[in-house]
């Protein structure tokens, strides 16, 4: 199974911006997706890039957030722009499998107001 690390978390006040990183383990071919979960909620989906490059965002980050990859690089991105605190949360990495999805070990994000 294909190793996912993520990285650029970190703590920043509302309407900052941080840029996450997640690098795999081996060439993806399958869709990437980030997905985050704030303290005593569920896990939840922000955002997903296809293998083509197709993107599509959760309604609320949406103009916000930018995701990208970089397939010669085995990395994917996220570009988060004017955060608020409810975007608080551990985000994770996703990597769409023919059996199951990979996950990666998240990284804490902190916006403070």
């Known amino acids: 199974q294909v190793q996912l690390v993520e990285s650029g978390g970190g703590l920043v006040q509302a309407g900052g911006s941080l840029r996450l990183s997640c690098a795999a383990s081996e060439k993806i071919v399958s869709t990437m997706m980030w997905y985050r979960q704030a303290p005593g909620k569920q896990r939840e989906w922000v955002a997903l890039i296809s293998s083509g490059g197709s993107t599509n965002y959760q309604n609320s980050v949406r103009g916000r957030f930018t995701i990208s990859r970089d397939n010669a690089k085995n990395t994917m991105y996220l570009q988060m722009n004017n955060l608020k605190p409810e975007d608080t949360g551990v985000y994770y990495c996703?990597?769409?499998?023919?059996?199951?999805?990979?996950w990666g070990q998240g990284t804490q994000v902190t916006v403070s107001s």
């Open positions: 996703v990597v769409q499998g023919a059996r199951s999805d990979s």
